[in-house]
């Protein structure tokens, strides 16, 4: 059986990937800064009739934890097949490139970007051990460089530069992943999920949390022959176009 780890699991976008992938024929690992959030996911998706799911304390932003994670599920299980970095912060309400304050933009980064590289860092043996191996970056629309900068666009005005600015930096991390991993069986994308009706947006949205988690999980069953190193936002970008960095 194929194994996966999605981190921030619990609960929205995060909680419907894992079940996607459960549901085609994964294990999957929900990992959740609250073993007890985690394991109140499971008990949900068993009454959903997914047995095939975990719950693993991981908090992307501590060391110790996500160090913990890897050496658990690697007792489990000798491969990981796909890893979904899903755990991410918006960093709250305004966000002022001028005025907000740096530790915001620490802690933002902390989740959004550092936590990607720690937890892709630990978990990367495992998933050479694997012979289709996926990594998914969560992204968003909002941090590519050409929209946020054209004035004709109908989100031009729609600015958080913590949360932007973070993502953007993902977005990197991501093409520079998939370079380095080029030849080998790995493919790396970045994956806007849409504007999804979660407690990340308020429940705003235009996407349900099953539709976003059907447009990050098409990435993590790509074959051999899909794409490595692109970003993707169907919501602005109908596939197969990737949308622009």
């Known amino acids: 059986m194929k194994s996966a780890l999605v981190t921030g699991a619990n609960k929205g976008i995060g909680f419907e ?9 994964f294990f999957v690992y929900l990992g959740s800064r609250s073993l007890a959030n985690g394991l109140s996911a ?57 005025d907000t304050p740096v530790d915001r933009f620490k802690a933002v980064y902390e989740t959004n970007l550092y936590g990607v590289v720690r937890v892709t860092q630990a978990f990367i043996d495992l998933l050479k051990v694997s012979s289709e191996p996926r990594i ?46 080029r030849d080998t069986a790995f493919k790396v994308n970045a994956v806007c999920p849409g504007w999804t009706q979660t407690d990340f947006t308020g429940h705003q949205g235009t996407s349900t ?31 197969p176009a990737t949308c622009p960095w």
């Open 17 to 25: 990937v894992a079940k996607q992938l459960a549901q085609q024929g």
């Open 42 to 98: 499971v008990e949900q998706l068993h009454g959903e009739g997914v047995r095939t799911v975990e719950a693993v304390q991981l908090d992307v932003t501590d060391n110790e934890s996500v160090q913990a994670a890897r050496a658990l599920i690697g007792e489990k299980t000798p491969f990981l097949d796909v890893l979904i970095n899903n755990a991410g912060i918006s960093g709250g309400l305004p966000q002022s490139a001028l």
């Open 136 to 181: 998914v970056n969560v992204t968003t629309a909002m941090a590519s460089l050409s929209l946020a900068a054209d004035a004709r666009g109908s989100s031009y005005h729609n600015k958080l530069a913590v949360y932007q600015s973070s993502k953007a930096a993902l977005n990197m991390y991501t093409i520079n992943l998939a370079y380095e991993l």
């Open 209 to 239: 949390a099953q539709q976003a988690g059907q447009r990050i999980t098409k990435y993590a069953l790509i074959k051999q022959d899909g794409p490595s190193g692109h970003y993707f936002s169907e919501e602005y970008f109908p596939a």
